[in-house]
């Protein structure tokens, strides 16, 4: 089992920055990639972003390459999300999640999910 606590959510002025942190614990080894999700009200979980084990390939959505970085420390087992130029469409609960194969853009691929943490961005 591996369990996972995001934090760093919170209410941000549009052009501001916030960055998320997704602690995991357990067996962490066994779930080598980690990815972000956001999911706003009355709409489908997206993609947003995701890591391989060692941090040498990372992958974002076309909705956030520029603004938004991935990165983990694996000897603190955490997987960080600093986002950047903030704008109110990318106002959602963040997930964070860990999965071991499969397409990283599906929520399906991912087996282990975190509680979510809130971000609004005001305009």
């Known amino acids: 089992q591996v369990q996972l606590v995001e934090s760093g959510g919170g209410l941000v002025q549009a052009g501001g920055s916030l960055r998320l942190s997704c602690a995991a614990s357990g067996r962490t080894i066994s779930t080598p990639r980690m990815g972000w999700f956001r999911q706003a009200p009355g709409k489908e979980r997206e993609f947003v972003g995701a890591i391989s084990w060692s941090g040498s390939s990372t992958w974002n959505a076309d909705s956030v390459k520029g603004r938004f970085t991935i990165s983990r420390d694996n000897g603190k087992n955490t997987v960080y999300l600093q986002m950047n130029s903030l704008n109110p469409e990318d106002t959602a609960v963040y997930y964070c999640?860990?999965?071991?194969?499969?397409?990283?853009?599906?929520?399906?691929?991912?087996?282990?999910w975190g509680q979510g943490t809130q971000v609004t961005v005001s305009s």
């Open positions: 999640a860990a999965g071991t194969s499969g397409s990283y853009l599906l929520p399906g691929s991912y087996d282990y």
